[in-house]
């Protein structure tokens, strides 16, 4: 039994942000339905190197535990409404006014299925915003995110992961369990509206809320925090350490290790973060002389957050050695873990990613 067993999702999501919110509904029992055009299906099938056979790995991250259902929205439209009569939940991330189009809106449904929990997700939103292209590095760049983040000022980067289509399909599974959750009480469904913008501003926190509240408009401090110190990448003597201070006793034990003496331009965080320059090229003198793995284990005891910077092999071997099961086998894929833990209804892994229209016939059978 899982924590969403019995529960049917009528999804007519692609790429990632939307299919990733799915994904972890499916992780905890829902049955998915992927809706998916009968010829070219979800566009990142597509979208590779790299590959596992003739598999995108893309595809593949965000498909687990799904079942695929092609279907044309016009032509079997039919079908897809006997689908949405029995569905409890039904995603989409389509332009908006594209499903409403098709007779598929949340409009057209709700009387077809008043308990139907509809969730459309969109790049800006359903009103000026609405013909605007939801690209993820678009919303990095319009959403203010690159413009934090960079190695200097006027060197804006993405992040390295489409970043705000993520935290934008967390928000769409908590907006769907909170809809869910109040349909017990009212017996009715409702609609669920989250857009890429919005989910950005509110996950940007600290940075967003110092302009909402202070006017504070923030730059690009490269691996910098702009409110604590040090906190920053330092070159060791083999590869770049993290060291993340969060407080005074932290930054006195730190100043114990590298035997620095007292200096009451460091003598508090907010002294550390006017003084941050003189500060880092200070400890940069200290780490130098040693390994990023020789700082790690000479700090860590004494409760100063340090550690090295992983590539992704490394991070997994982290998460491995930790006991954390960073990935789980899958029907000979080893699919990386959902990170919810449950104590008596955990996350299964079911089915690998689905073929194309795989699940068709038997779909279309159960409708029928």
């Given at each position: ?54 598999e ?28 949405v ?16 189009r ?6 057209d ?13 969109s ?20 959403g ?14 993405k ?26 009480t009212?017996?009715?469904g ?90 880092a090229?200070?400890?940069?003198e ?50 990386v ?16 990613p ?13 409708l029928?």
């Open positions: 039994m899982t924590a969403l067993s019995g529960l049917v999702v009528a999804d007519f999501s692609r790429v990632l942000a939307a299919p990733y919110a799915t994904m972890l509904l499916a992780d905890l029992g829902a049955d998915v339905v992927k809706v998916e055009h009968p010829v070219t299906g979800d566009e990142t099938r597509a979208w590779g190197p790299p590959h596992v056979g003739d995108a790995t893309y595809f593949l991250a965000v498909n687990r535990n799904k079942r695929s259902l092609a279907a044309d929205l016009g032509r079997d439209r039919e079908r897809l409404l006997a689908l009569r029995r569905a409890d939940v039904l995603v989409e991330n389509f332009r908006p006014g594209t499903m409403a098709f007779g598929l809106s949340y409009a449904v709700r009387e077809l299925n008043p308990r139907l929990v509809y969730c459309s997700v790049g800006f939103g359903a009103g000026e915003g609405a013909a605007l292209p939801g690209y993820d590095l678009l919303l990095q760049a319009v203010g995110l690159m413009s934090v983040t960079g190695p200097a000022p006027d060197q804006p980067v992040t390295g992961v489409a970043l705000v289509d993520v935290l934008t399909g967390l928000h769409a599974a908590v907006g769907i369990l909170a809809a869910l959750r109040e349909r017990e009212s017996g009715e409702q609609l669920v509206e989250v857009n890429l913008l919005s989910c950005l501003l509110s996950s940007m926190v600290n940075q967003s809320a110092g302009y909402a509240m202070a006017g504070v408009v923030p730059g690009i401090l490269g691996n910098r925090h702009p409110s604590i110190a040090p906190y920053e990448v330092f070159d060791t003597a083999d590869r770049p350490m993290a060291l993340a201070v969060g407080n005074d006793r932290q930054f006195a034990n730190l100043c114990t290790a590298l035997d620095l003496a007292a200096d009451p331009r460091f003598a508090t965080n907010a002294d550390r973060v006017a003084h941050r320059d003189e500060l090229a200070l400890l940069s200290r780490f130098v002389t040693r390994t990023a793995a020789a700082w790690f284990e000479l700090l860590t005891p004494l409760g100063v957050p340090c550690g090295p910077v992983h590539d992704l092999a490394g991070a997994f071997e982290l998460a491995s050695g930790l006991g954390l099961r960073p990935t789980v086998p899958l029907a000979g894929l080893d699919v873990a959902n990170p919810i833990g449950l104590s008596r209804t955990p996350p299964e892994y079911r089915r690998r689905p073929a194309l229209g795989e699940h068709t016939a038997e779909i279309t059978e159960e029928s």
